[in-house]
């Protein structure tokens, strides 16, 4: 595959995710490879490419004699993932807070600030991964997990009150980082994800509030990563 055809599938790629983590196309739903190759303007090749890019990454399910669907919240894959998170995710904060410089520290509460307290646009969560020091769990939350769990974050920030809950808990997480409290930042970051994980469980249990996360006609809707 040449270099411009690469990019080509880079950029659908990129454009179908936010379609999904927008809930443009639904958790559950089909992927149309048509109607998504007339939108971005492209042959059905470079759709096709990025689809498969995308069951690679745990996004979509593909099954034979079946059509591509977005993978959805049941089963005990999310729980198992989200379980994952809390471990792993609890470590990758107590190494950067130990490891940090505290130049490092202060500029990431400063970016946190400058974007008023949302997680997802600082990337927060693979951001204090990258600062961890540790590849493996660089690797497993920036490369091969991380699009899953923006789509999953995504998902339990969107249930009604999570937004600002999830903000103060990103607060508290930083300030137990910038004090230097190890052990209290990986607390609060364990809390964090199982707080995020119970609202996943609620909207899985609520048939009503899933269907209202992706109707699947067109309409966008904010996400806020939890």
């Given at each position: ?138 690797s497993l ?45 990986e607390s ?31 309409r966008r ?6």
């Open positions: 595959m040449s270099g411009q055809q690469r990019t080509l599938v880079d950029t659908v790629f990129e454009g179908i995710f936010q379609l999904i983590l927008s809930g443009e196309i639904p958790m559950g739903g089909i992927v149309n490879e048509v109607a998504l190759a007339d939108r971005f303007k492209v042959s059905r090749g470079p759709v096709r490419e990025a689809i498969k890019a995308l069951e690679g990454r745990g996004l979509i399910l593909k099954e034979p004699y079946f059509k591509a669907r977005v993978v959805d919240l049941d089963g005990q894959d999310m729980v198992e993932i989200f379980q994952l998170r809390e471990s792993v995710e609890g470590m990758s904060v107590k190494l950067a807070t130990q490891v940090m410089s505290d130049e490092a520290l202060t500029r990431l509460l400063s970016d946190f600030e400058r974007v008023g307290g949302d997680g997802k646009v600082l990337d927060l969560h693979a951001r204090i991964a990258r600062e961890s020091g540790n590849r493996r769990i660089q939350l920036c490369d091969e997990l991380y699009y899953l769990l923006r789509l999953y974050r995504a998902r339990a920030g969107s249930t009604p009150g999570r937004h600002d809950t999830a903000s103060v808990e990103h607060w508290q997480i930083l300030r137990a980082m910038k004090a230097r409290d190890a052990d209290l930042a609060l970051m364990r809390a964090h994800i199982a707080r995020a994980t119970e609202a996943l469980q609620r909207l899985r249990d609520t048939p009503s509030a899933a269907a209202s996360t992706g109707a699947g006609d067109g809707r904010k996400d806020t990563e939890a």
